[in-house]
Nanobody, 126 residues
């Protein structure tokens, strides 16, 4: 069984920064691509960023490109999401997820992810 635990959310003013962390346990973390998704009230869960199993490939939603950076530390079984220049529209619950098959490049499709964390709230005030 895989467990993912997010941390680092909180309340920040527009223009500020936060770094989310996602600690993984329960299987070989380094073999699996990871992603971050978010869900705002009344909206569907959407892709934010993904990183390949090796860390060599990353992808971002257009809405966060240039402001957010995804990274991973396989020695610590942790994936990060550095969020800069935050906007009120970034307010959401942020979830990390692990793909269901190994050695992926990091899909933007929610159905490719099998394991999910419980989410961490990010609130950006104007």
């Amino acid at each position: 069984q895989v467990q993912l635990v997010e941390s680092g959310g909180g309340l920040v003013q527009a223009g500020g920064s936060l770094r989310l962390s996602c600690a993984a346990s329960g299987r070989t973390f380094s073999s699996y691509a990871m992603g971050w998704f978010r869900q705002a009230p009344g909206k569907e869960r959407e892709f934010v960023a993904a990183i390949s199993w090796s860390g060599g490939t990353t992808s971002y939603a257009d809405s966060v490109k240039g402001r957010f950076t995804i990274s991973r530390d396989n020695a610590k079984n942790t994936v990060y999401l550095q969020m800069n220049s935050l906007k009120p529209e970034d307010t959401a619950v942020y979830y990390c997820a692990a793909e269901g098959v190994p050695y992926g490049l990091g899909s933007q499709t929610i159905n490719e992810y099998r394991y999910w964390g419980q989410g961490t709230q990010v609130t950006v005030s104007s």
